[in-house]
Structure formats: structure tokens, C-alpha cells
């Protein structure tokens, strides 16, 4: 089933349609030459589209429903993963997935949001957009890796926390503050990626960590465009300018100092080709964590500390 | 003691809950509580830590530290310009204000947040105090109170305000390996980044009655759910009912219930 594309996009679509039909066709020397020509002109569309991407295309491209999700991403670079469920308190949550698998035949604990495919699937996962005891199951499974020495790696992808009664009921602000508190102690390294959408509190509550990645393409932010433009500009058609005012890019995270290492995406975004995206986020897994384990455990947790503690900007006079 | 905001200076003034009108004296000498219906209006910070600290005497600590404006953020108005027309109007100490004094006789640090500063909206001139406030306990083996009223993080400074959560619950955790106590105050209202940080990691968490706290505010899970939220959903009552803190206490008896608990962890 065809998904709907933000139109900044289509004309991508439309040139990857027609390769797929030149593809079909049998093979002359006419039909090799006219895919040559489509192949070089996809290349030179995306290269003319993204030159220029703006911050709410951006938004787009982190929010595109073909976008590799954190079970993507497990099964694109690791083997042997084993998931696990609930909070042992209330319930499982499907909007974050968790469990260990072997990374470069290690084992690692893995824990991300994870948004649905299907209608289906989208509904059951509440669109990424987990409950309390999806914080708490993280937290769980993040507690077990400390106590067996494993390294975490976390995925973020996430509109937000869920908004809900059932959620406010069950402390939804507890969980998120207890995981911001638990995981700047954790004694294991720590990468975060932020793989899609960074959105707020529901993000960061899986985002402390001794290493900040994200990839080319994704936004992290305090709120969402629409949210931010409802408040401040009382109307939430103006998203597309809240976006730019928000500096929620990798490029304008990476200058702020909050994002270590912005992670390039597959030509066209990550969604073009998944197996590329998690070979890169791959090595750079590989790269943050062997540095990460020749820190000893004290000073593993007390650079974390520095990091968090000299974020933000003031002036003292 | 001067209500702040939301009652009107003169000789009357008019309860928002009950709508009494009532003598402006009589309001003022009940730390602003309403003698009619106990409903609590809202304090500045500074009668917060006049209100807490014995003689409402303190000393305010790191007030050189201002907000500037990193993301170059204009939305209908300029932040700087926000910022120059808040700090005449409020004053310069931002959306919180720390204070060292006694309590009962015990030295301890206060750190109240001023609601009237940009609705209390936390960036990283509210994350750099909180954690400058962790700090000289955890050097002085002080005990931390702190008094939470704010609308969440603070839109203008984008993923730095959001930053400061994680900076300031990471100290928090630094606190508790040391065998620091830490009380949170919830007052009206307590939303958002605040609420999904320090505010719900007091060792003990307490609240005004009647005060408005969550993650999300009532109007975003209204339109999220599509219909009307329950009487009395996100009230100081309503967590307590939830497990969510140890106490609602009267404004009168605030002080008492915070010294007797740092009593216990002395």
C-alpha cells in the first residue's frame, strides 16, 4: 500500500516508480539507456531537493512512514535479539521495545521507541508514544544491563509521552523523572541515537547517556512545531515557522553542543536505504563504545555528569 | 506580604474560587490563603522563601546568572525583548529564586520558582541555579527544598531548556548517593519538565491543596482523548489518591511539615 508522501518528496516517488517499471521491462539497449537517464536524474533530484532542506522538511523526513524504526535497526545490525516485556508493576508498553541481543557477537542491552507499520500496528503501538510503564520497563531492563556490565544502547523515536488519563493517573511525569535521575547514574556506557523524532520529555527520558548520536535527517526538541506554534503564535499552521525558530536540526544540535555526532543518511533519507543507515550507525556504535570501555566505571559516570551539567547558555554578570 | 498576580492590589480583593470579596489585610495576614475557602493564591518566589526561611530571613544566592537568547528565537514578540520586559516587571532574578537561611533553626537552601517570570518556564538559567543549588549542598551537606510553579520548559531556548531536566535530576541522583535529603514543594501550577524532572523526585514530594500537576496540561489530553477531563483530574488530591506524593498541606502548616521531615534525615 502506497504511503502518503510530504510533496517535497513526490517527485522523488515518481522517479523511483519509474525505475521500478524500466526495471521490469525486458532488457534492450533502449530501456537500459532510459533507466540510466531515470537513475541519473533521481540522483540530481535528490541532490537539488536536499541541498536546501528546510527545518520542517526536515520534520517530514524524521516523521516519513517508511523510516527504519528501532526494530529495523536491531535486526539490520545485530543478532541473536531477545525481547523483552513489561514493567513488572502495571503492564507492557509497545510503544518502546526492549531486550539484548549480541552486537559483533557482545551482548548489549537495546532499548528504543517503536512506531507501527500498519494501521493495526500504529494503533497497538500507540504511535511511539509510550505510557509510564514503557519508561519503567526501560529502566528495568537498563537496570539488569548495569548489573550484568552490559553496554546500552537506546533508539529514540517518539512524538512525546503519551498525553492520556490512564498515563497522568499511573505518573507519567515519575517515570520520566526517574529515568533522567537513574540512568545519569547507570555504571555501563551509555549511546543514545536519535534515529526520528526527539520529541520532549518522552524522548529524553531514554536520552541520557555518555554519548549523543543522531541521525542527518532527525529533529530533537523541547515540543513538537505544531504544540510550539499552538502556544505562541496561537495558531498551529504556523509549525513550518516554529520549526525554524525551535533549531531542532542535527546540524543546529550538533552546534549547541548537545549532539556529539550528527550520522549522514542514505541519499534521499535513511528510508531509501535501511540496510546502508544501520551499517553506518553501525560503525558508529562500534566507534563510541570502544572508546566508552576504557573508561573506568567512576569516570565513565562522572563525564556524564560534566555533560549534562554544562548544558545550557547564560551570562553572568 | 503582597498577593501576587492574580489578586488585584488595593483595599479588596475578590477569590477567585469562592468569589468572596474580601479585605485585602485579611488575605495578606493568611499567607495568602483565602479565610473564606482556603483556596491558595499564588506567591512570588520571594514570599515563598519570606514564608519558609525563619524571620523570613535568607541570603539570595547566584543572582548574577541571566538568560540570553541562543537561539536567535522571535515568535510573535523577540526573547530578548520577553526577557527586558519580564525582568522589569519581575525582577532580574528570572523564573527562580535560591535562598540559604534556617528553617526551625537548621540551615537549609530554598530554591522558589516565580511563576510571574515567564510563567515560570524553566531554561537553563533555572537549570544552572537548581544545579549550582545541588552543588553547595552537596558541599556544605545542606538539605534542598524546592518550590516548584511553572508551565514546564521554556519554548525560547528550544532542546537547551529541555537539557536542563537531565542536568538537574543528575545532581538530584548525586544528592541521594550522598544521603542528602531533598523535599519537593508542588504548587500551583506544576506542569511539564518541571513536574517530569525535580519536582517528582523529592525524597518526600509535597503539595498545596488544590494545585494543578502533571506531565501534560489538561487541555493537551483533552484534545487528545476528545472529551472532558474529571472534576478534580491533576489535583494535589488526585495524586496523592495516585500514590504520586506523601502529603497535601495547607500553606499554614507548610513550614512545620518540612522541618519536621528534615528532623528525621538529619
Request: proline share 5%; glycine share 8%.
Amino acid at each position: 500500500m502506497a504511503q502518503p508522501v510530504s510533496s517535497f518528496l513526490e517527485p522523488i516517488g515518481e522517479l523511483q516508480q519509474r525505475i521500478r517499471e524500466l526495471e521490469k521491462e525486458q532488457t534492450s539497449a533502449e530501456t537500459a539507456q532510459a533507466l540510466e537517464a531515470a537513475r541519473r536524474e533521481l540522483r540530481e533530484t535528490i541532490d537539488r531537493i536536499f541541498a536546501h532542506l528546510t527545518p520542517w522538511q526536515t520534520c517530514q523526513l524524521a516523521r516519513h512512514p517508511e523510516r527504519p524504526y528501532t526494530l529495523d535497526y536491531i535486526h539490520g545490525m545485530m543478532t541473536e535479539f531477545t525481547e523483552l516485556h513489561g514493567d513488572r508493576r502495571f503492564a507492557d508498553d509497545p510503544a518502546i521495545v526492549a531486550g539484548f541481543a549480541l552486537f559483533d557477537g557482545d551482548p548489549i542491552a537495546v532499548i528504543g521507541h517503536q512506531k507501527g507499520r500498519s494501521t493495526a500496528e500504529k494503533v497497538r503501538r500507540n504511535f511511539a508514544m509510550p505510557r509510564p510503564e514503557g519508561y519503567r520497563k526501560a529502566l528495568r531492563i537498563m537496570k539488569m544491563a548495569a548489573r550484568f556490565s552490559l553496554p546500552i544502547v537506546t533508539f529514540i523515536d517518539t512524538p512525546g509521552a503519551y498525553p492520556g488519563i490512564d498515563a497522568e493517573e499511573r505518573g507519567q511525569a515519575e517515570a520520566i523523572a526517574t529515568n533522567l535521575l537513574e540512568m545519569a547514574r547507570l555504571p555501563v556506557p551509555i549511546v543514545c541515537v536519535i534515529t526520528g523524532e526527539g520529541g520532549s520529555g518522552g524522548a529524553l527520558a531514554l536520552g541520557v547517556g555518555d554519548r549523543i548520536l543522531m541521525l542527518e535527517h532527525a529533529i530533537y526538541s523541547v515540543i513538537s512545531p505544531e504544540g510550539c506554534a499552538a502556544i505562541l503564535w496561537k495558531d498551529q499552521s504556523r509549525a513550518e515557522q516554529a520549526a525554524e525558530a525551535l533549531r531542532l536540526t542535527a546540524r543546529d544540535l550538533k552546534h549547541l553542543g548537545i549532539v556529539d555526532e550528527v550520522l549522514e543518511e542514505p541519499a534521499g533519507g535513511a528510508q531509501m536505504d535501511p540496510p546502508a543507515m544501520a551499517a553506518t550507525l553501525a560503525d558508529a556504535l562500534r566507534h563510541h563504545f570502544k572508546q566508552l570501555r576504557r573508561l573506568k566505571t567512576e569516570a565513565l559516570i562522572s563525564k556524564r555528569y560534566k555533560k549534562f551539567r554544562t548544558m545550557g547558555k547564560y551570562l553572568e554578570r | 506580604m503582597k498577593p501576587e498576580a492574580n489578586v488585584r492590589e488595593g483595599l479588596w480583593i475578590k477569590c477567585e474560587a469562592c468569589k468572596e470579596i474580601l479585605y485585602h489585610k485579611e488575605v495578606t495576614n493568611n499567607a495568602l490563603v483565602c479565610p473564606r475557602c482556603d483556596h491558595h493564591f499564588r506567591m512570588t518566589a520571594a514570599q515563598r522563601l519570606e514564608l519558609l526561611f525563619d524571620e523570613g530571613q535568607y541570603k539570595t544566592l547566584f543572582r548574577p546568572i541571566r538568560s540570553v537568547d541562543p537561539l536567535g528565537f522571535v515568535d510573535t514578540k523577540a526573547y530578548p525583548d520577553r526577557l527586558k520586559a519580564y525582568t522589569r516587571r519581575v525582577g532580574p532574578g528570572d523564573a527562580l529564586i535560591v535562598g540559604q537561611g534556617n528553617i526551625e533553626g537548621e540551615p537549609a537552601i530554598i530554591a522558589a520558582m516565580e511563576y510571574a517570570f515567564m510563567g515560570g518556564s524553566m531554561g537553563s538559567v533555572v537549570g544552572e541555579k537548581m544545579a549550582r543549588a545541588i552543588e553547595r549542598c552537596l558541599a556544605r551537606k545542606l538539605p534542598l527544598i524546592s518550590v516548584a510553579c511553572s508551565g514546564g520548559a521554556r519554548m525560547q531556548e528550544g532542546v537547551l531548556s529541555l537539557m536542563q531536566m537531565a542536568k538537574i535530576s543528575a545532581g538530584l541522583a548525586r544528592m541521594r548517593e550522598k544521603g542528602l535529603p531533598y523535599i519537593s514543594v508542588l504548587t500551583d501550577p506544576t506542569t511539564g519538565g518541571v513536574t517530569a524532572s525535580f519536582a517528582m523526585l523529592g525524597d518526600i514530594n509535597i503539595a498545596e491543596p488544590g494545585a494543578l500537576i502533571g506531565f501534560a496540561g489538561p487541555r493537551v489530553i483533552e484534545q487528545t482523548i476528545r472529551q472532558k477531563l474529571p472534576e478534580g483530574f491533576q489535583r494535589s488530591e488526585f495524586l496523592l489518591e495516585h500514590g504520586m506524593l506523601d502529603m497535601v498541606v495547607h500553606r499554614r502548616d507548610l513550614k512545620a511539615a518540612i522541618a519536621r521531615c528534615l528532623t528525621y534525615f538529619r
